[in-house]
Nanobody
Framework: QVPLVESGGGLVQAGGSLRLSCAAS????????MGWFRQAPGKEREFVAS????????DYTDDAKGRFTISRDNAKNTVYLQMNSLRPEDTAVYFC????????????WGQGTQVTVSS
């Protein structure tokens, strides 16, 4: 089990920015690929961005590309999601997740942090 704790969510006006953090209390953090997902009310959870264990491979949805930046600091066991130019439709609970090498799915999930973007 890899405990993951998200923080940094909150209320922001449209056009504003937030930086989410996800801290892992596990010394093997650097061995996991990390992802950010979100779930809006009444909708299914969806992928937002991911970063490989080394940080060398990064992926975004088309919606996130150009507005969001995922990064990781393996020395701090933390992954970040910098979100700029936020829109009301970005309102959701944001989750981070960890995927072991060779795993076809994300194995561990945080509890989520609420992001609310007002118009």
């Amino acid at each position: 089990q890899v405990p993951l704790v998200e923080s940094g969510g909150g209320l922001v006006q449209a056009g504003g920015s937030l930086r989410l953090s996800c801290a892992a209390s596990d010394r093997t953090f650097s061995l996991y690929a990390m992802g950010w997902f979100r779930q809006a009310p009444g909708k299914e959870r969806e992928f937002v961005a991911s970063v490989s264990w080394s940080g060398g491979v990064i992926d975004y949805t088309d919606d996130a590309k150009g507005r969001f930046t995922i990064s990781r600091d393996n020395a701090k066991n933390t992954v970040y999601l910098q979100m700029n130019s936020l829109r009301p439709e970005d309102t959701a609970v944001y989750f981070c997740a960890a995927k072991r090498r060779g795993s076809g799915k994300y194995d561990y999930w945080g509890q989520g942090t609420q992001v609310t973007v007002s118009s």
